[in-house]
Nanobody, 126 residues
Framework: QVQLVESGGGLVQAGGSLRLSCAASGRTFSNLAMSWFRQAPGKEREFVVGVSWSWSGGRTYYADSVKGRFTISRDNAKNTVYLQMNSLKPEDTAVYYC?????????????????WGQGTQVTVSS
């Protein structure tokens, strides 16, 4: 089993920045693909960004809506993945979820992920 705990959400004005963290435990972190999804009120959960497990090259994948604004990174020594969010927009408002998949490639398909965090709220005011 993998436990995931997100932190770093909050309220920010449009144009501002936030950094989310997701701490993982229970498995060898470098063997986990890590991704972020989000769910806005009244909408389905959607893929934001993913990074493959480390020995596959740590490739990253971004949703078009966040390219150039969001950056995912992982610190295997700290068993943590980060989501740096810059130039935030009101439409980025959502609950952000961290997800993990053993030996995964950072797929945008949420069905690929067996482990999920509890979510952290991000609210961007206009």
């Amino acid at each position: 089993q993998v436990q995931l705990v997100e932190s770093g959400g909050g309220l920010v004005q449009a144009g501002g920045s936030l950094r989310l963290s997701c701490a993982a435990s229970g498995r060898t972190f470098s063997n986990l693909a890590m991704s972020w999804f989000r769910q806005a009120p009244g909408k389905e959960r959607e893929f934001v960004v993913g990074v493959s497990w480390s020995w596959s090259g740590g490739r990253t994948y971004y949703a078009d809506s966040v390219k150039g604004r969001f950056t995912i990174s992982r610190d295997n020594a700290k068993n943590t993945v980060y989501l740096q969010m810059n130039s935030l927009k009101p439409e980025d408002t959502a609950v952000y979820y961290c997800a993990a998949d053993s030996y995964g490639n950072g797929s945008p398909d949420e069905r690929a992920y067996h482990y999920w965090g509890q979510g952290t709220q991000v609210t961007v005011s206009s």
